[in-house]
């Protein structure tokens, strides 16, 4: 990977923080979905609240230990593209060519 610059790097955080963010609001979603069943009455409190610590002890602390390892920005942002976290519009070309992300690497 090239020397990256000061801006380099700001770009990196907001890029990992956008996927971070939008990672997170797919699980936060779903249990909203699961509150809104639970105030239906179609779920109980207590299946509720599973689903709770399940997030918690699981896809939260996950995501949480993936997005905070500075070390593997480059495949951290590969892992958003492949995802469709991020956009590769959204990085620009050249901190594309400094990560050494290549078109063929990228699906969407």
Partial sequence: MSSLTKNDRKEIRDLIARAY???ISQHLN???GKFKEWQE???DCW???DLI???HNGASR???SLYHQTSFDSVLIQRALLQGLIQ??????E?????NLSETDILT
């Fill in 95 to 99: 901190l594309f060519k400094k990560l």
């Fill in 62 to 64: 996950e995501l949480f």
């Fill in 53 to 55: 610590h399940g997030f």
């Fill in 88 to 93: 590769k519009e959204n990085i620009s070309k």
């Fill in 21 to 23: 963010t939008k990672e």
């Fill in 41 to 43: 009455q179609s779920i």
């Fill in 47 to 49: 299946e509720l609240c």
């Fill in 30 to 32: 779903y249990l909203a």
